[in-house]
């Protein structure tokens, strides 16, 4: 679809300086802009993109200031990576406009199917589980009985939610993951073997929260596993079971959070932490890749590294110290040697 940069304009709210007329059919970043494309100036290490750019239209800060001559009509807003989001958002709706039941699936007869919902072919519905209007279901994925989506949401290929979770709505399931999944609770038994305990809670996933490819969900032994509003996962994330996740967290790939930890509103989790089970880190925690949280986290809008984790600036000393290490030895070494002789 082609589009008017005057339409474009009107939607994110910017100030044409251009052709207004111009048509757009794609978006692109903006070293790799070509005619009828949009793309973004925001970070000033791409600045000399601009001038060389081959893109039809380039969306900028107000107060970006060329030092050279510009091709292509520039779109003024107050902040062109959200701009830029936006439009992205809006050229995803587009390719996702999907509707109706392909065959062949299974869909219990008890379960409840809302309106304008996509299901996809292989997909499964179980008995009495809920699906909210507007939300789309790829093929392969499983729901599981007593489950419940709301509205607006989309499950990619392959997802498995497990009876009885939930999602809330607006959230977006990347393929391949796995909602409500056996805590790891074994018993060990006094001839050596372990004993399963039953995992009979559940996973509640609440509103506008995104979910990355293969990442896998434990159920609660007892209660819910809980993912709050607008928490965004990325892929491969292990949550195990009883854990709770704050509003607007978000963390990097690879990261495990162990049985029943308690992580805040508004934390940033770099990508390969992990967390050892029944500690609580408070709200607007900020953890770097690789670390290891063994213990509480207790200062608000604080920030951590390293394992096992330390306060940021004390872990650099820490580091600073330990690449002296070898120096330090040697003179050691020379020391001792002086005073036995």
Not at 60 to 68: I, Q, R, S
Not at 195 to 219: F, L, W, Y
Not at 229 to 251: E, P, S
Not at 279 to 287: C, D, F, R, S
Request: aromatic share 6%.
């Amino acid at each position: 679809m082609k589009f008017p940069i005057s339409t474009i304009a009107q939607l994110i709210g910017a100030t044409i300086e251009g052709n207004a007329n111009a048509e757009i059919f794609t978006l692109s970043k903006i070293e790799e802009g070509k005619p009828g494309g949009i793309c973004f100036l925001a970070n000033p290490k791409y600045t000399h993109h601009i001038y060389s750019t081959q893109a039809s239209a380039v969306i900028v800060a107000n107060d970006f200031v060329a030092t050279e001559p510009i091709l292509a009509t520039l779109l003024r807003v107050e902040n062109p990576y959200n701009a830029f989001t936006f439009l992205l958002q809006k050229a995803q709706e587009m390719m996702q406009v999907k509707t109706g039941i392909e065959q062949p699936c299974f869909i219990s007869p008890t379960a409840k199917i809302g309106e304008n919902v996509y299901i996809g072919a292989f997909a499964y519905i179980g008995h009495y589980a809920e699906i909210g209007n507007g939300t789309k279901i790829y093929p392969h994925t499983y729901i599981g009985d007593n489950a419940k989506i709301g509205e607006n949401t989309t499950l990619h290929a392959n997802v498995s939610v497990y009876m009885g979770c939930e999602i809330g709505h607006n959230c977006l399931i990347h393929a391949g993951v796995v909602v409500g999944s056996d805590g790891f609770g074994h018993a060990p038994q006094n001839d050596g073997t372990y004993a399963k305990i039953p995992q009979i809670g559940n996973v509640v996933i609440e509103n506008h929260v995104e979910i990355g490819a293969n990442t896998t969900i434990d159920r609660g032994t007892m209660g819910s596993t809980r993912i709050c509003d607008g928490v965004k996962l990325d892929n491969l994330i292990q949550v195990a079971h009883n854990v709770v996740i704050g509003k607007n967290t978000v963390i990097a790939a690879q990261t495990g959070i162990s049985g029943s930890t308690k992580i805040g509103e508004s934390c940033m989790i770099g990508g390969q932490v992990g967390f050892v089970g029944h500690i609580n880190i408070t709200n607007g925690v900020k953890i770097g890749a690789q670390s290891g949280v063994s213990k509480d986290i207790r200062i608000e809008k604080s920030a951590w590294r390293g394992s096992p984790v330390q306060e940021y600036r004390q872990q650099l000393k820490s580091e600073a110290i330990f690449r002296q290490l070898e120096e330090l030895s040697k003179k050691v070494h020379e020391l001792e040697k002086m005073m036995k002789g």
